[in-house]
Structure formats: C-alpha cells, structure tokens
C-alpha cells in the first residue's frame, strides 16, 4: 500500500503537471522555458515562491533538528518572516529590473547592472555551485524517501542516483509551468499531511493534546524549550539564532532560483501580495517542530542516528499504512518539486552566463539544449556530494545560505548605492568566500563566539566591496575632472 499511494501520488502530479504545461505553452525558448513567460499570476506565484517554505529542509530537516537539539529548531519561525519583511522591499525591483532588461538569470542581473559579462559569468558559476549544494538536500531527502517505500533492498547510493534521475526527468520535460503546478499540488497535500500526523500525534505518544507534547517533551527533556536546547555543547544560543536568521533572512531572496522566480511574476502587486502573506507559511513550523518532539517522545532512533530520518522513521513505525504512503509520496513531491526548479536554475545560468559569453552565436534552440544537458551533470555531482554525507539537512542548508550570501552585497548595494564598482563586488566576493574556509573558521570562533560564520563572511565582503567601490570610483571622479 504504502509503495502504491507514493507511486500513484508522484506519478499523478508529474503527469498532471506536464498536461498543465503543454496546454500553457510549449517551452520553445529559454525564456519560456525559465521564467514562464514572465506571466504568472497571484495564485501560481504564491506556491511557487511562497511555497518554498514547504521543502524537505522544512519539513525532515527542521522536525530533525526539533528532535536532535530542540530550541534552536526556532530558527525556522524567525528567519521566514524576517526573508519576507525583506522580500516585500527587494522582491519588486528585482522584477522591475528583470522586465526593463529582459534578463533570465541572476547572473543577468549583475552583468548587466554593472556593465560587466564577465561579473556575470563569475556570479553564474558561484550561483551554479550553491545551487548544487542546494540540490543535494533535495537528493538526500528524496533518497531516504525512496528507500522508506521500495525497502533496505535499494542501498543509499541507488536511492540518490534514483533521486537524482527523478528530478532530471521531471524537469527536463516541461520547465518552469511544470513546477509552478506541482507546486500547487504539493503545498495541498502537505497541508492533508500535517493535520493527518499531528491531529493523531498526542494520541500516538499517549498526550492529551498538541499542547501537551510541548508539556511532556519538556518535562522529561528539560530546558529542551529554552536555548541552547538539547546539547549546549553544539553552541546553539540565542546568539547563533539571531545571527543566523539574519544571515538566511538576508540571503534568501539571493539564491538564484529565488531570484530567477521574481522574474516570472506578472505584475509587482503579485510579488508584494506574496510578501504579505508569506509569514502565515511560518506558522507550519509549529507543527513540523511539534512532529519533532513527538518523535522523541516516541523514542525514535533512526538509523545511524541520522536526524533527518527522524521524522520517516516516527510516521513508519506508529502510523498505518496508508497514512504512511500519503506521507511518503507528499515527502517525494517536497523533494522533486525544489529540486527541479534548483537544476533548472542552474542549468539557465550555464547556458546563458558562461556558455553564451563563451560562444555568441549559441541560438535559443541551442541554449535550451545546452541548459538541459548542464542539468545531468550538475545532478551527478550533487549525488557524489549526497555519498557519505552525514550533516543534517538544516546545517547543509545553512552552508548553502553562507555560500550565496557572498553574492548579497553586489545585489543590495545595486539598488541603494550608485558608487558600487564591478572590480569591487569582485574583490568582496573572493575575500568573502576565504572568510568561509574552514581553516578560518577555528579563529572566528575565538573572535565571535556562536556567531554564524556566514553573517561574518558576508559583512566582511561587503565592507571590502565598499571600501575597493570608493577608491575605484574616487579615481574615476578625479581623472575626470582634471580633464
């Protein structure tokens, strides 16, 4: 049964999805095929965009890390409402910019701003690597998935290569259109999936209420509720929380795929509608942490201790088997429908930021192709990424946060200081990634306890950026009035 539902449940969107698409328009173009046409209206952006929060990060990385550390799992309800007071001011300039220019990527955006293509081809291929280190959260997740449903017969390697051609396929077909549906149908029957466990969890770990799993976690776990939560050892304080947030807050809209999705909305009321109401998404925390400690409650040990199975393991082991299959083929959607639009975001930057520069007569035809293609061989590396990886899905996000943070500074200070110099945003941002170095990272520990490294790389790029951008345009300024 529970192999059945998740089959009929995939099967049934992806093929519902790609009807969908095909009756819109056919992806002929990359333009089409990217960014939908830039047509999107209120309802199709919001579960594309706003419907981010309903991920596999969300959903078995947060509830993973309710179980594993407790507080710090906040993280969640304070970043998405912080991204989206954020989103409501850059979000419609973005779009503004994307529809004077007639841009795709994120990588677009830079090199034509700063009249630079070959800043763009190095924000493409930063953007390109976050972007991979996203997908393999998607991949990680989904593979755990797959083994839940097909059985401990299919080893961790076969789930993630599985995972991996999913998500190709299904975005190989269609494009944009394809998820945006998908999309749609996944934030619904995640919604199905969160009153179905958490209407029945009290009663599956003997409490009384919802409430009451919050009481009891916390009477048999003390200060579980409070920061640092379970091990204060991992330096979780509210001091990690608070930068941390700022950092992912800061971040979110920078992330390629974010980005790219500004360009696809219809008009700027859509996006700021979508800002508004976003923050009511954060809301599911609540219960997506509540399904946490009810694991604990429950005494799961997942396999290998590995926190982001926490959730799969509770629902497999105290839930029928139909609930679990409604489960497991929802979980594969939270999978399939992010990582799609993450590979294909990566796979527009390829083909029009550094393949295009590289060869200017590439057609549409031809960079459609080469867009598709970039896609299989960005899955593959996300896989061998996926291979022996043992980090919770929160704390491979965060990195990927960190990652794309580098390329925050050039966006913000695009739109709020003309002074700004390409050579500039460069320099921060190579200084930035040194900041991110491991080898670095025992020293800002001393320096700035519990602070997120990220936050500190990020101001680090922009204090450099800002400071090369004033030397540079100081000079300009004096040679031209001296001529």
């Given at each position: 049964m529970i192999l059945i539902l998740t089959v009929a449940i995939v099967l049934g969107t992806v093929a519902g999805a790609i009807f969908y698409s095909q009756r819109q328009a056919k992806a002929k173009t990359l333009t089409e095929w990217a960014v939908g046409g830039r047509r999107f209206g209120i309802l199709i952006f919001w579960f594309l965009n706003a419907g981010e929060i309903y991920t596999t990060f969300a959903v078995l990385g947060i509830s993973g890390f309710a179980w594993?550390?407790?507080?710090?799992?906040?993280l969640a309800l304070t970043s998405v409402s912080l991204s989206a007071v954020i989103g409501y001011w850059l979000m419609p300039r973005i779009w503004e910019a994307g529809h004077r220019h007639d841009l795709v990527t994120q990588a677009d955006f830079f090199a034509a701003h700063y009249k630079a293509t070959w800043l763009g081809v190095v924000v493409a291929l930063a953007g390109i690597v976050a972007l991979i280190v996203y997908v393999q959260i998607q991949i990680t997740a989904l593979g755990l998935i797959l083994q839940l449903t097909l059985g401990e017969q299919v080893s961790p390697t076969g789930a993630a290569i599985l995972a991996a051609a999913v998500m190709v396929a299904f975005?190989?077909?269609a494009g944009l259109r394809s998820a945006a549906f998908a999309a749609g149908v996944k934030d619904i029957l995640m919604l199905v999936v969160v009153v179905v466990l958490c209407g029945s969890a009290a009663a599956t770990v003997g409490s009384g209420s919802m409430l009451d799993v919050y009481d009891r976690v916390q009477d048999l776990h003390p200060g579980i509720g409070r920061f640092p939560g379970l091990q204060p050892e991992a330096g979780l304080s509210t001091t990690w929380m608070m930068t941390a947030a700022l950092n992912v807050a800061i971040g979110n809209w920078i992330l390629p795929h974010l980005f790219q999705l500004c360009y696809s909305a219809g008009s700027r009321v859509t996006i700021r509608r979508n800002a508004v109401l976003q923050p009511i998404y954060s809301l599911s925390y609540f219960f997506i942490i509540l399904l946490g400690f009810a694991a604990l409650l429950a005494g799961v040990q997942p396999p290998n201790g590995d926190t982001n199975a926490a959730l799969?393991?509770?629902?497999?082991?105290?839930y029928p088997a139909w609930a679990v299959g409604l489960f497991a083929g929802t979980a594969c959607l939270l999978a399939l429908v992010p990582g799609s639009v993450l590979l294909l975001t990566a796979g527009s930057l390829f083909s029009r930021n550094v393949l295009t520069p590289l060869m200017p007569t590439l057609s549409e035809r031809q960079a459609l192709f080469a867009s598709r293609g970039s896609m299989i061989l960005f899955a593959a590396v996300a896989v061998w990424l996926t291979l022996g990886a043992s980090r919770s899905l929160v704390e491979v996000g965060l990195s990927a946060y960190a990652a794309i943070g580098m390329l925050a500074p050039g966006v913000y200070f695009a739109f709020l200081w003309k002074r700004a110099h390409p050579v500039g945003v460069l320099a921060g941002i190579v200084v930035g990634y040194g900041a991110l170095l491991p080898q670095v990272k025992p020293w800002w520990d001393a320096l700035l306890p519990q602070w997120d490294t990220g936050?500190?790389?990020?101001?680090?790029?922009?204090?450099?950026?800002?400071a090369l951008s004033l030397v540079l345009t100081s000079g300009r300024r004096r040679a031209t009035a001296v001529a």
């Open positions: 594993a550390y407790g507080a710090p799992a906040y975005v190989f077909l799969i393991s509770f629902v497999a082991g105290h936050l500190i790389a990020m101001a680090i790029n922009a204090a450099v950026a800002a």
